[in-house]
């Protein structure tokens, strides 16, 4: 395909159109003057996009799918996953804390970690969380000591299944060498049961296994739960958890699976390797409910042409809202959002507002031609890992986040201020 065509269609939220002006509409809002309205840069997240998500969610595993809210958390958002009847999964205190506040009932939530604090454990066995998901025998010591046999506390255990997902490398969990969960291969998982199964204040629920994020290859899935389930069968558990890391497609061309044929074939697999229909399989995913709910508005301040080398084009965010390019090498399409389908025969580096020659948003960008200072550029599937990953770096203000739906806007997070970076200053 030319590289030069305009950005495909299913890289934007669900409700998209173009309205008469030629501009983005999403949600029924017009985006260009959205980011009049908010100013940039701007998270616009597609509401409808983001029930219809959880929704698919909801219907492809059992009860107890969780939205994995370390891809975007916001009160707004953990209710919104919450109404869907998702359980919500947070992996410190602080997510646990914006889940609570937002309304979430505790036994909707299960809690993540390799390395809880002995105080976010009191807290998570204080609230009564749904899970606590046991990933080290440190944390099994940890824990001994605060649970309560008269009240039992609700576990999952992290298992390593040992398969390599096609993915990056830092984002890959499920092989052997890792940071994360007890290795099957090993024995350890089966000595982790063991230690849980003597503990009068633990109550064994079931096994979980997450192999990695950004996985596009749906038989890595199939792979890991034909593994799983040897490990799991015999011990009589009630829930397996296969963990979140659908990939979505970020480019023009890239193809995905969905939620659904990522359930229909982890289910399958696993009833194929002898795992009991009673058994609850559930998932938490994070990146396939989210990113493509949203993109991100940028405005462009400066154009610095280099004849015979690049252009390097300049918005106000960068890096600080977006560090998946700095981190992960990931790509990204670029867009005119006043004119959504210009062909788009210019190439050009988007690059951020901070000081560092790596602060890049893409490193070739297609853009229509004669973008100036002044014009929209907006980036799609940025509702992952962005603002959840956003810095302060250079001081530079987090964006404002707008749900959109039935043509209104609401602001969610509002943007941050230089007072809101003064509050920490003790001197
Ligand atoms: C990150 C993570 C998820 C979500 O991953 P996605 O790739 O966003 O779906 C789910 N479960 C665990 C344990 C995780 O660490």
Redesign the pocket.
């Known amino acids: 395909m030319p590289v030069s065509d305009p950005l495909e269609f299913s890289l934007l939220p669900l409700t998209s159109t173009v309205n008469e002006h030629g501009h983005l509409d999403i949600g029924g809002c017009d985006v260009v003057a959205l980011a009049e309205q908010f100013g940039t840069p701007l998270f616009v997240y597609d509401e409808h996009h983001l029930h219809m998500k959880c929704q698919e969610a909801a219907r492809a595993f059992d009860d107890g799918v969780?939205f994995?809210s370390?891809?975007f958390l916001s009160r707004a958002m953990a209710s919104l996953a919450a109404s869907e009847g998702l359980c919500i999964?947070v992996?410190s205190g602080g997510e646990m804390a914006v889940a609570l506040a937002a309304g979430v009932s505790a036994d909707r939530i299960v809690f993540?970690g390799n390395n809880k604090s002995l105080d976010e454990l009191v807290y998570a066995i204080t609230v009564k969380v749904r899970h606590i998901?046991i990933d080290s025998f440190d944390e099994i010591d940890r824990i001994e000591r605060l649970v309560d046999a008269a009240q039992p506390t609700s576990v999952l255990l992290?298992v390593t299944p040992g398969v390599e997902a096609h993915t990056h490398e830092f984002?890959r969990?499920g092989q052997e060498d890792s940071k994360?969960g007890f290795s099957v291969a090993s024995g350890s998982a089966l000595q982790a049961v063991e230690r849980l199964r003597s503990m009068p204040g633990i109550h064994l629920a079931g096994i979980?296994a997450?192999i990695?994020?950004?996985?596009f290859d749906v038989s890595s899935f199939a792979e890991a739960a034909g593994i799983l389930a040897a490990f799991f069968i015999p011990l009589g558990l009630d829930e397996l958890c296969v963990?979140?890391?659908?990939?979505v497609a970020y480019l023009n061309g890239e193809r995905a699976a969905t939620i659904t044929e990522w359930g229909a074939s982890v289910r399958g697999a696993l009833r194929d390797a002898g795992v009991p229909d009673t058994v609850k399989v559930t998932a938490?995913?994070?990146?396939?409910?989210v990113a493509a709910a949203a993109i991100t508005l940028y405005r462009v301040g400066t154009i610095k042409y280099l004849p015979g080398i690049r252009t390097y084009v300049a918005v106000d965010g960068g890096m600080s809202d977006n560090p998946r390019p700095i981190l992960y090498g990931s790509g990204y399409e670029a867009f005119d959002p006043a004119r959504v389908l210009a062909p788009r025969p210019d190439c050009v580096r988007l690059v951020g507002k901070h000081c560092e020659s790596g602060d890049v948003i893409v490193p070739d960008a297609q853009v229509p031609d004669g973008i100036a200072v002044g014009d929209l550029l907006a980036t799609p599937v940025t509702g992952?890992?962005g603002y959840s990953m956003a810095s302060n770096y250079n001081r530079v203000t987090r964006p404002a986040v707008v749900f959109v739906r039935d043509g209104q806007a609401r602001l969610v997070l509002r943007r941050e201020t230089d007072e809101d970076l003064m509050a920490l200053e003790v001197e």
Do not use: W
């Open positions: 969780a994995a370390k891809s999964d992996a993540h998901v992290r984002i969990t994360f979980h997450h990695g994020s950004q996985v963990g979140g890391g659908l990939g938490e995913p994070g990146r396939a409910i992952a890992y």
